[in-house]
């Protein structure tokens, strides 16, 4: 069992950053991808980012390539997404992920994942 606490969500104006982190309860994060993903209202859940369980392979939707980076910290059981030139369209909420694997393949699909976090609101202004 997993429990994901995310942070760092805020609103922020068009063209600015932000750091959002996850963290994992348990002994076990490095046995785990992590994805990002984000859903706005009215919309499906939509994948952001994904990392493998060391952090050497990561993975990322079309829509935040370049501007987002994905990371983490096993020593300190989490994740990281930081969010560059942000676009009033990234406006949601962003959900962290987390899927018991050592391969190296990173899904992209909310089915792929075992355990979510309760999601951190982010807002982009113009």
């Known amino acids: 069992q997993v429990q994901l606490v995310e942070s760092g969500g805020g609103l922020v104006q068009a063209g600015g950053s932000l750091r959002l982190s996850c963290a994992a309860s348990?002994?076990?994060?490095?046995?785990?991808?992590m994805g990002w993903f984000r859903q706005a209202p009215g919309k499906e859940r939509e994948f952001v980012a994904g990392i493998d369980w060391s952090g050497s392979s990561t993975y990322y939707g079309d829509s935040v390539k370049g501007r987002f980076t994905i990371s983490r910290d096993n020593a300190k059981n989490t994740v990281f997404l930081q969010m560059n030139s942000l676009k009033p369209e990234d406006t949601a909420v962003y959900y962290c992920a987390a899927r018991f694997t050592r391969s190296g393949v990173i899904l992209t699909t909310t089915r792929g994942y075992d355990y979510w976090g309760q999601g951190t609101q982010v807002t982009v202004s113009q």
């Open positions: 348990g002994r076990t994060f490095s046995s785990y991808a």
